[in-house]
């Protein structure tokens, strides 16, 4: 998995490319806890399920229909985020489905179950640039872990940037 951090990305990227009128800061910061929130699937090894399980890392809460769950959630909250069901609905769901998509390209694990609750098969994607992040904060601290950070700023962070440079560039054009 990339980390924590990381995840965060695509909805900031997202966020700052569609501005402030379209993704305000309650729904950034719901963007930002939703793409984190697949990762709370670490609490299975503390319960004894085991990773392979559908309910494991990287399963359902990986999945196309938790994106969909948590956004369907974060539409019913539309007064809270201050912005039109529609808005929050679609936001989350790319904030929450990007997770699972992002630990897709990672070189460690075993894969993501996208066809949850199909299919419990575990899926990677044809490419896996992204070094797998450690589980644990002392090889996070590590050289390992320094290579991990090298590898999420390349993959990761820096097209996000190009992204959000693009569409803050074509969204200024579209203003004029």
Same mark, same amino acid.
């Given at each position: 998995?990339?980390?924590?951090?990381?995840?965060?990305?695509?909805?900031?990227?997202?966020?700052?490319g569609l501005?402030?009128d379209?993704?305000?800061?309650r #729904?950034?910061? *719901?963007?930002?806890? $939703?793409?984190?929130?697949?990762? &709370?699937? !670490?609490? /299975?090894f +503390?319960?004894?399920i085991?990773?392979?399980?559908?309910?494991?890392?990287?399963?359902?809460?990986?999945?196309?229909?938790?994106? #969909?769950?948590? *956004?369907?959630?974060g $539409?019913?909250?539309t007064?809270? &985020?201050? !912005?039109? /069901?529609? +808005?929050?609905?679609?936001?989350?769901?790319?904030?929450t489905?990007?997770?699972?998509?992002?630990?897709?390209?990672?070189?460690?694990?075993?894969?993501?179950?996208?066809?949850?609750?199909?299919?419990?098969?575990r899926?990677?994607?044809?490419? +896996?640039p992204?070094?797998?992040?450690?589980?644990?904060?002392?090889?996070?601290?590590?050289?390992?872990?320094?290579?991990?950070l090298?590898?999420?700023?390349?993959?990761?962070?820096?097209?996000?940037?190009?992204?959000?440079?693009?569409?803050?560039?074509?969204?200024?054009?579209?203003?004029r």
């Amino acid at each position: 998995m990339p980390t924590i951090i990381t995840h965060a990305a695509v909805p900031l990227a997202l966020a700052c490319g569609l501005g402030r009128d379209h993704i305000p800061g309650r #729904l950034l910061l *719901a963007g930002i806890v $939703a793409a984190m929130l697949p990762d &709370l699937d !670490v609490l /299975a090894f +503390r319960l004894g399920i085991a990773y392979q399980n559908d309910f494991g890392h990287r399963g359902f809460s990986h999945s196309p229909a938790f994106a #969909l769950t948590v *956004a369907a959630v974060g $539409a019913l909250l539309t007064k809270f &985020l201050r !912005v039109p /069901a529609k +808005r929050a609905f679609w936001f989350l769901a790319a904030a929450t489905l990007s997770h699972g998509v992002l630990d897709a390209f990672t070189n460690g694990g075993l894969g993501i179950a996208f066809l949850w609750p199909f299919s419990g098969e575990r899926f990677f994607a044809p490419v +896996r640039p992204i070094a797998v992040s450690p589980l644990s904060l002392s090889r996070f601290l590590s050289e390992r872990g320094l290579s991990v950070l090298a590898s999420e700023v390349q993959y990761v962070w820096l097209p996000c940037l190009a992204l959000l440079g693009l569409s803050t560039v074509l969204r200024y054009f579209r203003q004029r």
